[in-house]
């Protein structure tokens, strides 16, 4: 029977005693309280051996994902409406947006990386965290563990004695380990001899127990202790002791000079996992950053959509105001059956664009209430959203300056941070391969004691006899040396140390790339935006010289100047006028999305907490810069005479 087993690194040699002593009554589960998202507190920590050792050894509970609707969503509706602000979209899309819920599961990932690199093995990762393949020695996901043994029962109880070659190598891992064996063993066997034993055939019995504990340092050091024991009866006649009982108590070390030496080499993993922690949180930001972005952007399109039905619903009523006056003018004879047809024409293409305007709003509804909810809702799926923050006027605070802009980017964008993390991963890659390329030096040293005792003619002695002899030393063992290994030509170090550097070198020639498309998106987004407010000027001068044509058209039909077709052009000029003041004002406000991404500024701009992004619970309401403040963006007019 084998029992292997491991414990943190803070516990010392004699802690196999106090499992021995261990009751079943100590053995309890710490369960990990739950959190909104479905995660525990932390993953850095492993649970306190003491004084429930056998915690280590259970498995963590970790709750299930929450995918309800936040309370937020359903305290917006009311009797079927969702009235819902840009800052209530926002707050929803963090807590409900299961793109975000998604990428919140890195953070935890880097913690279980932090926690297994602690024990001496190689990090899982995570989408969007380098690990150098350099830094894993064999087999990929293989860490610092080592094997190595002082264990044995020596030479006592044998029939010679003496000396031999010794050699300790590394041993363990960060974390101890704990082992212990216990067997029985009876064995009958013919003899062809009468020499040793006096009789042709003999039996023996034999129980055995053996201990270990080895544990490795970050730096690079290792030790490791072992105590076994050996009773033996036999029926042979000419042994010294029959039964006898042999032990032994060994101590040994080892300590690399060269290769593995240093906590660099052997924390190497712990480097990766920690700088891997930061990458986790940029890598969250950006999922952040491109869910909100995704979300303005929808709910501007629907802002726009809301406007477009409103120009369509003005326009259908002028055209049947139109109609109304044509019939009207026809009955008493001062106007022709074709100018009745043109406005009947007129009526009928406007009420395709209003059903064409509903059309596009409730499929952009449906885009957002996927935005904003992890799940169906009933309520949800009857009920009519409303925005309720007007599309954006320009101003000229709205636009950047350029220099400023750029250097706001570099600073905070995570995509730059994230290669600067990998950056530092490869320049620990560098550092270990650099190591590996050396030969392996280490000294050892061993102490060992022996015991031997039984029971003869002349004396009695047991299992305490021959510890007792083991651990004062009564048959002692020391020995010391140096260990050299090195691999001729050492062509796979060399390959590792070389492919190292040349990916950092790609890696930085990576980041320079990811500064140079950062600075071209903040140059296009500033042009978008001077680009929008002169687009939104254009198109509101636009709409009010198409009005002023319209009116004048109608006051012509009126003392008979013109037809009832001219109107009838001058009125789609106003409906079509005022289209493209809405879809100016709606791109407008996605190049102030757009600027504000490519600067890295969307979560601060818009007063968005990455915590409670990452909470899952909004304690602090987002407050988007544009609240409805400052004048009103024009309506649509088509209605006025």
């Known amino acids: 029977m084998n029992v292997t087993c491991f414990v943190p690194k803070r516990q010392t040699a004699t802690l196999w005693l106090a499992v021995l002593l261990a009751t079943p009554a100590a053995v309890v589960a710490q369960d990990a309280p739950a959190s909104p998202q479905g995660f525990v507190n932390t993953y850095q920590k492993a649970p306190n051996i003491f004084p429930n050792f056998w915690a280590p050894y259970l498995q963590q509970t970790i709750p299930l994902p929450v995918l309800e609707n936040s309370p937020r969503l359903g305290n917006l509706i009311h009797e079927g409406k969702l009235e819902l602000s840009l800052a209530d979209a926002l707050a929803l899309t963090l807590e409900n947006n299961l793109d975000i819920v998604v990428g919140r599961y890195v953070v935890p990932f880097s913690q279980i990386d932090i926690l297994r690199t602690k024990s001496g093995q190689a990090n899982r990762g995570f989408t969007g965290a380098l690990f150098p393949g350099e830094l894993n020695s064999g087999a990929i996901g293989a860490g610092v563990t080592s094997s190595g043994s002082t264990g044995g029962t020596g030479n006592a109880g044998g029939i010679t004695g003496g000396g031999g070659a010794v050699s300790i190598g590394p041993a363990g891992a960060f974390d101890p380990s704990v082992s212990f064996g216990f067997s029985f063993d009876r064995v009958t066997s013919p003899l062809n001899s009468l020499v040793v034993s006096g009789i042709p055939t003999t039996t ?25 024991g050996l009773r033996q009866s036999t029926t042979q006649q000419n042994t010294l002791f029959n039964p006898d009982v042999t032990s032994r108590l060994s101590i040994g070390f080892n300590q690399p000079l060269l290769n593995s030496r240093g906590r660099g080499p052997n924390e190497r993993f712990m480097m990766v996992a920690r700088t891997n922690q930061s990458t986790a949180m940029e890598v969250f930001r950006q999922q952040v950053i491109t869910s909100v972005t995704t979300l303005e952007n929808a709910y501007w399109d629907l802002a726009a959509f809301q406007l477009n039905v409103q120009v369509a619903q003005n326009s259908l009523a002028v055209a049947k105001e139109l109609l109304e006056e044509n019939r009207k003018q026809e009955q008493i004879g001062t ?73 706001t980017a570099q600073s905070n964008r995570p995509e730059v941070r994230e290669a600067q993390n990998n950056l530092a991963n490869q320049d620990v890659a560098i550092a270990y391969t650099r190591n590996n390329q050396l030969p392996s030096v280490a000294v050892f040293g061993l102490y060992a004691g022996s015991g031997l005792q039984g029971n003869n003619a002349v004396a009695t002695g047991g299992a305490a006899a021959a510890l007792d002899q083991t651990f004062v030393a009564a048959y002692p063992e020391t020995a010391t040396g140096v260990s050299f290994s090195a691999i001729v030509r050492n062509r796979s170090a060399l390959a590792d140390s070389a492919r190292a550097q040349l990916e950092r070198n790609q890696l930085q020639v990576g980041l320079q790339s990811t500064r140079n498309q950062i600075a071209m998106s903040v140059q296009q987004a500033r042009i978008s935006l001077i680009q929008g407010k002169s687009q939104v000027e254009a198109a509101q001068e636009a709409v009010r010289l198409a009005q002023v044509t319209l009116d004048g058209e109608r006051k012509k039909l009126e003392v008979g100047i013109s037809t009832s077709y001219n109107v009838v052009l001058r009125e789609r000029d106003v409906a079509t006028a005022q289209y493209a003041e809405v879809q100016a004002l709606s791109t407008y406000a996605k190049a102030l999305v757009a600027i504000d991404q490519a600067t890295g500024t969307i979560l601060d701009r818009n007063g968005i907490r990455l915590n409670d992004a990452l909470s899952g619970t909004v304690t602090d309401k987002p407050v988007p810069p544009f609240r409805g403040d400052g004048p009103r963006p024009p309506q649509p007019q088509g209605g006025n005479r």
Do not use: H
């Open 335 to 407: 106007m022709s059956q074709l100018d009745v047809v043109t406005a009947e024409s007129q009526v009928a293409a406007s009420a395709r664009d209003l059903i064409v305007a509903q059309t596009n709003l409730e499929q952009q509804v449906t885009t957002v209430k996927q935005l904003i909810s992890k799940k169906d809702d009933a309520a949800l799926d009857a009920a009519t959203i409303v925005v309720t923050d007007r599309l954006p006027q320009p101003r000229n605070a709205d636009l950047p300056d350029l220099k400023e802009a750029l250097a």
């Open 204 to 228: 023996s019995y034999a129980t055995s127990f053996s201990a270990s504990y080895a544990q490795a340092f970050t730096n690079g050091a290792s030790y490791s202790v072992s105590l076994s």
